[in-house]
């Protein structure tokens, strides 16, 4: 499986943005990058994925390199409860190694000060 | 829609003993995925279904190990002999397999947290 490298953890300040960056040199070229986050004492939640341009939602932006060997989730004004475990994950297309399962690493600790 | 839910929350059990978790998904999700994560690591893959049909298993689950999906509605799953090493929080994830897996959004449960003395 292509391999996704993270900081261990990374810190904060409330409503400062968050860059959470993510390197996976091996991407494939049917490959999506997914990012799912971990608050303490609750399961893993979906968080954003893209494949080329960068993306946008409620939650989260994510910045995608030309040439897909990086990618960095943002966090426009981190709050509190963003305090999380957030894991970048590579997710193939049917028929390649990835199809089937989510692979998690050991993600970045984001804590964020008040 | 209620979520992912699993039950117990916590289950504490002595070293040989049988346990067994249920996982209820999200209605309508016909993909159901079992995780393991112990403390300070990202959750690890045990085996997933697509409606009642097991299609993969990890290397991770031993013998004792065993998940069923009747009916392609709730999942169980059972660990026989327990030993202290599979203490951890089992992860229990559903998704509406339409797009591929591409474009899949996992929902996790909260987990159940199995403690063998």
């Known amino acids: 499986d292509a391999k996704t490298t993270q900081p261990n953890s990374m810190e904060s300040n409330e409503e400062e943005p968050v860059h959470l960056p993510c390197n996976h040199s091996t991407i494939s070229g049917t490959d999506y990058i997914h990012w799912y986050r971990q608050l303490p004492s609750q399961g893993p939640e979906y968080v954003i994925h893209g494949l080329t341009s960068n993306v946008n939602n409620r939650m989260a932006s994510l910045a995608i390199a030309e040439d897909r060997k990086s990618s960095t989730l943002i966090l426009h004004r981190a709050t509190l409860r963003d305090a999380a475990v957030y894991y970048c994950i590579l997710r193939g297309n049917a028929g390649g190694t990835s199809y089937g399962k989510l692979t998690f690493g050991q993600g970045t600790i984001l804590t964020v000060h008040p | 829609d209620t979520g992912v839910s699993q039950d117990p929350r916590h289950k504490i059990t002595k070293r040989g003993q049988n346990v067994t978790f249920r996982c209820d998904p999200i209605s309508e999700h016909n993909r159901l995925y079992w995780y393991r994560q112990t403390l300070g690591q990202g959750p690890e893959f045990l085996t997933y279904f697509q409606n009642e049909a097991q299609l993969e298993k990890s290397r991770l689950l031993s013998d004792r190990f065993s998940a069923e999906r009747p009916k392609g509605s709730f999942s169980t799953l059972e660990i026989q002999r327990t030993e202290q090493g599979d203490s951890a929080m089992y992860l229990c994830?559903?998704?509406?397999?339409?797009?591929?897996?591409?474009?899949?959004?996992?929902?996790f449960g909260s987990g159940t947290q199995l403690s063998v003395l």
């Open positions: 994830a559903s998704s509406p397999w339409t797009t591929g897996a591409a474009n899949e959004k996992l929902f």
